[in-house]
């Protein structure tokens, strides 16, 4: 059965930094790709990280590129957010691509492409 589950969520201040840790299970991150999603009330939800840990493939948006990065290993994937902003306020969610599709670094991951998708964790920035 496949499973995320996000944690690490919180408070911080801004220009502090927080890990956000995305725990899979029931297929592995060699074979699927990973995106990290963000929800703001009153907007869609958008992609700002993608993942392909095989092609090793990342995607940034420009929102978030030379602040956040993700990484991986074993079964766990890692959303490192430095410098955050108030804008950075949401709720954040990994999710897996299980079609097989690899990430591309100048496209954004599409909401409809992932198929199985966490709880969620909320971020909260206070300025």
């Keep these: 059965q496949v499973r995320l589950v ?36 009153g907007k869609e939800r958008h992609g700002i990280v993608c993942l ?13 590129k030379g602040r956040f990065t993700v990484d991986d290993a074993g079964n766990m994937v890692w959303l490192h957010m430095n410098n955050v902003k108030p804008e950075d306020s949401a ?13 591309r670094e100048d496209y954004p991951p599409f909401v409809g492409s992932f198929h199985s998708w966490g709880q969620g964790t909320q971020v909260t920035v206070s300025s």
Aim: proline share 2%.
């Design 6 to 41: 996000e944690s690490g969520g919180g408070l911080v201040h801004t220009g502090g930094s927080l890990t956000l840790s995305c725990a899979v299970s029931g297929f592995s991150l060699d074979d699927y790709a990973i995106g990290w999603f963000r929800h703001t009330p």
């Design 52 to 64: 392909s840990t095989r092609s090793g493939t990342k995607y940034y948006a420009d929102s978030v």
């Design 91 to 103: 709720v954040y969610y990994c999710a897996a691509d299980l079609s097989g599709q690899v990430c």
